[in-house]
Protein backbone atom coordinates (compact mmCIF):
# COMPACT_ATOMS: atom_id res chain seq x y z
CA UNK A 1 0.00 0.00 0.00
CA UNK A 2 1.27 3.91 -0.21
CA UNK A 3 1.05 3.83 3.58
CA UNK A 4 4.00 1.36 3.32
CA UNK A 5 5.99 3.04 0.86
CA UNK A 6 5.29 6.89 2.73
CA UNK A 7 6.57 4.80 6.25
CA UNK A 8 10.11 3.31 4.47
CA UNK A 9 10.73 6.65 2.56
CA UNK A 10 10.69 8.22 6.09
CA UNK A 11 12.42 6.06 7.97
CA UNK A 12 15.02 6.16 4.71
CA UNK A 13 15.51 10.00 4.83
CA UNK A 14 16.02 9.98 8.49
CA UNK A 15 18.57 7.05 8.41
CA UNK A 16 20.39 9.42 5.61
CA UNK A 17 20.43 12.14 8.06
CA UNK A 18 21.58 10.39 11.03
CA UNK A 19 24.49 9.11 8.39
CA UNK A 20 24.94 13.06 7.21
CA UNK A 21 25.51 14.44 10.66
CA UNK A 22 27.89 11.48 11.89
CA UNK A 23 30.22 11.56 9.19
CA UNK A 24 30.08 15.66 9.67
CA UNK A 25 31.01 15.20 13.29
CA UNK A 26 33.59 12.88 12.69
CA UNK A 27 35.00 13.89 9.51
CA UNK A 28 36.51 16.78 10.35
CA UNK A 29 37.36 15.96 13.86
CA UNK A 30 39.54 13.13 12.81
CA UNK A 31 40.88 15.57 9.89
CA UNK A 32 42.30 18.02 12.67
CA UNK A 33 44.34 16.24 14.28
CA UNK A 34 47.77 16.25 13.10
CA UNK A 35 50.20 13.10 11.91
CA UNK A 36 52.54 15.05 14.47
CA UNK A 37 49.61 15.39 17.11
CA UNK A 38 48.95 11.79 18.60
CA UNK A 39 46.28 11.38 20.76
CA UNK A 40 46.58 10.75 24.59
CA UNK A 41 43.91 10.52 27.71
CA UNK A 42 43.72 13.58 29.38
CA UNK A 43 42.15 11.13 32.26
CA UNK A 44 44.85 8.32 32.42
CA UNK A 45 48.24 10.81 32.07
CA UNK A 46 49.07 9.35 35.29
CA UNK A 47 49.55 5.75 33.13
CA UNK A 48 51.50 7.68 30.16
CA UNK A 49 54.73 7.28 30.03
CA UNK A 50 55.71 10.31 28.39
CA UNK A 51 53.68 12.27 30.84
CA UNK A 52 53.14 10.16 34.20
CA UNK A 53 56.90 11.78 35.04
CA UNK A 54 56.72 15.15 32.95
CA UNK A 55 60.74 15.82 32.19
CA UNK A 56 63.22 16.59 30.19
CA UNK A 57 65.11 13.38 28.34
CA UNK A 58 67.84 13.73 25.90
CA UNK A 59 67.38 11.82 22.98
CA UNK A 60 70.41 12.42 20.70
CA UNK A 61 73.96 14.05 21.16
CA UNK A 62 72.34 17.19 21.02
CA UNK A 63 68.32 16.59 21.25
CA UNK A 64 66.35 16.72 23.82
CA UNK A 65 62.30 15.87 24.85
CA UNK A 66 60.62 17.78 27.05
CA UNK A 67 57.65 16.50 28.06
CA UNK A 68 55.25 19.07 29.32
CA UNK A 69 51.84 19.14 31.12
CA UNK A 70 49.63 21.88 31.16
CA UNK A 71 47.03 22.08 34.13
CA UNK A 72 44.86 24.86 35.70
CA UNK A 73 47.04 26.61 36.47
CA UNK A 74 50.71 25.85 35.95
CA UNK A 75 53.01 23.78 34.25
CA UNK A 76 55.15 20.86 34.43
CA UNK A 77 57.79 20.51 35.38
CA UNK A 78 58.60 23.99 36.42
CA UNK A 79 61.40 25.02 35.67
CA UNK A 80 61.85 23.23 32.62
CA UNK A 81 65.35 22.71 32.35
CA UNK A 82 67.44 22.43 29.10
CA UNK A 83 70.67 22.67 27.53
CA UNK A 84 72.37 25.48 25.74
CA UNK A 85 73.00 24.96 22.02
CA UNK A 86 70.78 22.07 21.70
CA UNK A 87 67.34 21.21 20.06
CA UNK A 88 64.33 20.55 22.26
CA UNK A 89 61.03 18.92 21.25
CA UNK A 90 58.84 20.02 23.37
CA UNK A 91 55.93 18.02 23.53
CA UNK A 92 52.61 19.50 25.69
CA UNK A 93 49.76 18.27 26.56
CA UNK A 94 46.73 19.32 29.39
CA UNK A 95 45.13 17.14 32.20
CA UNK A 96 42.24 19.00 32.02
CA UNK A 97 40.89 22.14 29.96
CA UNK A 98 42.63 23.74 26.75
CA UNK A 99 45.63 26.03 27.76
CA UNK A 100 48.18 27.66 25.75
CA UNK A 101 52.10 27.12 26.14
CA UNK A 102 53.73 30.31 24.82
CA UNK A 103 57.76 31.10 25.86
CA UNK A 104 57.31 34.90 26.00
CA UNK A 105 59.79 36.80 23.54
CA UNK A 106 60.05 33.55 21.16
CA UNK A 107 58.14 32.63 18.34
CA UNK A 108 57.47 29.23 20.14
CA UNK A 109 53.74 29.07 21.49
CA UNK A 110 51.21 26.34 21.03
CA UNK A 111 47.48 26.10 21.87
CA UNK A 112 47.28 22.74 24.08
CA UNK A 113 44.57 20.62 24.02
CA UNK A 114 43.17 17.84 26.49
CA UNK A 115 43.67 14.70 24.42
CA UNK A 116 46.34 15.73 21.72
CA UNK A 117 49.77 16.11 22.15
CA UNK A 118 51.54 19.49 20.65
CA UNK A 119 54.72 19.27 19.40
CA UNK A 120 57.03 21.65 19.28
CA UNK A 121 60.59 21.97 18.13
CA UNK A 122 63.28 24.61 18.92
CA UNK A 123 66.96 25.19 19.21
CA UNK A 124 68.68 27.05 22.20
CA UNK A 125 72.04 29.11 22.34
CA UNK A 126 72.97 30.69 25.11
CA UNK A 127 72.21 29.95 28.68
CA UNK A 128 69.04 32.38 29.64
CA UNK A 129 65.45 31.87 31.37
CA UNK A 130 62.65 32.46 29.97
CA UNK A 131 58.73 32.98 30.91
CA UNK A 132 56.58 30.64 29.97
CA UNK A 133 52.70 32.13 30.00
CA UNK A 134 49.56 30.39 28.90
CA UNK A 135 47.92 32.47 26.46
CA UNK A 136 44.22 30.75 25.75
CA UNK A 137 41.04 31.76 28.62
CA UNK A 138 41.28 28.32 30.77
CA UNK A 139 39.56 29.55 34.30
CA UNK A 140 39.27 31.71 37.14
CA UNK A 141 43.47 32.17 37.62
CA UNK A 142 44.18 32.30 33.72
CA UNK A 143 46.06 35.08 34.10
CA UNK A 144 48.62 33.80 36.58
CA UNK A 145 49.05 30.17 35.10
CA UNK A 146 52.92 30.90 34.31
CA UNK A 147 55.99 28.51 34.24
CA UNK A 148 59.87 28.81 33.76
CA UNK A 149 61.91 27.81 30.79
CA UNK A 150 65.63 28.02 31.87
CA UNK A 151 67.93 27.14 29.32
CA UNK A 152 71.71 26.35 30.80
CU1 LIG B 1 45.85 27.98 31.17
CU2 LIG B 1 45.05 30.09 30.58
Known sequence: SYEKIW???GLGLILLLIGSVTYGAVGPGVAMVAADEPTVDPTALDEDERFADPRVEQVGENEYEAYVVAYQFGFEPDPIVVPANSTVTFMVTSRDVTHGFEVVGTNANTMVIPGEVST?????SEPTEYGIICNEYCGA????????????
Open 7 to 9: LAL
Open 141 to 152: AHHGMEGKLEVV
Open 120 to 124: LTVET
